[in-house]
């Protein structure tokens, strides 16, 4: 066998794009057979990542391993909100920016508007009908209480000021609708829904809102306390985790836990892989939404100490069983002595310590990358 270069790999890793995730540092314990650099795929972490290998950790014992994959950090659904206009009308005040902490019902943006000013007039006029429908009450109450009124003409005004507090409350609930509190004369007040973060602003000082325009957004906010960490695993590995399992996030030389919260039961259409996603707390502000990390997701084992790795992962090389052991730069194909199978984990007897990381799912583009190299060499 000799050592595998870019030139020998299939046209699929040839093609792999440049924007795989940074690898965790690879664990060097070599088995003395291999010790020559034979068997070796020498491939980058941009190209393991669109090759689609992923890498797990063999189950030791009572822990059932880890399963490695790049994942997305995401701001929750959940705790972010849209600030739109509601109403047709013109920008005139814009008292946020990307980046600014907001409270709730704190104001966001003013909007001189027709519509606004209907809206303003609606209330005022509902307002003021229900103030003299209150007097009118207060008075033939009175006048009746003396006997200068009759029953009918009191309860005459009890409904007028009822259906008057009707009118009221609803002139100032389609005022609520439009998204904002009232302002002067011909404008409207947008409030801060939540509070929390401004993280995205399309909004223009001066720009028009038409009746029909198909896009209305100004500001979006986001609680980014608590992110959402988003990874896609085979069905196979899917299977072995679990709901509030610990998950280990790592970017460089930052490092944090997160629990999964939610397992997809259904495939992703696309990508033909379950959606996974955890809960990364982030109140310290360590983390931002849109950063990729790499996550570890811990499986659960049963303590009978055996070492066990999934069946994607061995492969027949030369007429022996192997995995490939990640490495500094690839993989390298390292003989095994299987036992018993374990559902989708399969027991190593011999050839692996249980501290190695893996080739998992797609590991037998690997085996083709060595073919492809022993063919060459013959040749």
């Known amino acids: 066998m000799m050592k595998l270069t870019h030139a020998a790999l299939p046209l699929a890793l040839l093609l792999a794009a440049c924007g795989g995730s940074k690898q ?12 020559h650099g034979e068997g070796l795929v020498t491939l980058s972490p941009q190209q393991i990542a669109s090759s689609g290998i992923e890498i797990v950790s ?12 790049p994942a997305l950090l995401e701001s929750d659904p959940q705790a972010t909100r849209i600030v739109a206009a509601t109403v047709p009308g013109r920008i005139v005040e814009l008292r946020h920016n990307i980046g600014d902490s907001v409270r709730a019902g704190e104001p966001m943006a003013v909007l001189e508007s027709r519509e606004a000013a209907g809206l303003q ?3 005022q006029r509902a307002g003021a009908a229900a103030e003299l429908a209150r007097t009118t009450l207060a008075r033939d109450e009175a006048l009746f209480a003396k006997g200068f009124r009759p029953l009918r003409e009191v309860e005459i005004s009890r409904a007028a000021y009822k259906q008057a507090t009707v009118a009221l409350r609803l002139a100032r609930e389609q005022l609520a609708a439009s998204g904002g ?11 801060a829904p939540i509070s929390g973060q401004v993280v995205a ?43 509030d399992a610990a998950v280990r996030i790592t970017a460089g030389t930052r490092v944090a836990q997160a629990r999964i919260s939610f397992v997809s039961p259904a495939l992703d259409e696309k990508t033909r892989l379950v959606p996974v996603i955890a809960l990364l707390d982030n109140r310290a502000g360590q983390w931002r939404a849109g950063e990729t990390v790499i996550a570890s997701v811990e499986l659960p084992g049963d303590g009978d100490g055996a070492i066990r790795v999934p069946s994607t992962a061995v492969q027949t090389v030369e007429g022996r069983s192997a995995v490939f052991v990640r490495t500094a730069d690839g993989f390298r194909a390292v003989p095994v002595t299987l036992g018993r199978q374990d559902g989708a984990m399969i027991v190593v007897t011999q050839g692996l310590t249980g501290r190695e990381r893996i080739a998992a799912q797609n590991s037998f583009t690997l085996k083709s990358a060595l073919g492809a190299a022993e063919a060459g060499h013959e040749d």
């Open 201 to 243: 602003r399309t909004a223009v000082l001066g720009q028009n809102f038409a009746a029909d325009a198909p896009d209305t957004e100004m500001f979006r906010i986001a609680q980014l306390d608590r992110l959402n960490v988003t990874l896609s695993l085979s069905p196979a590995d899917a299977a072995r985790v679990r709901s």
């Open 58 to 69: 063999p189950a030791i014992g009572g822990s059932g391993g880890a399963i490695e994959a």
């Open 181 to 191: 509190r009232g302002g002067r004369f011909n404008r409207i007040v947008i409030a």
């Open 24 to 35: 965790p540092p690879e664990n060097k314990a070599e088995p003395a057979e291999e010790a």
């Open 121 to 123: 007039a609606e209330v």
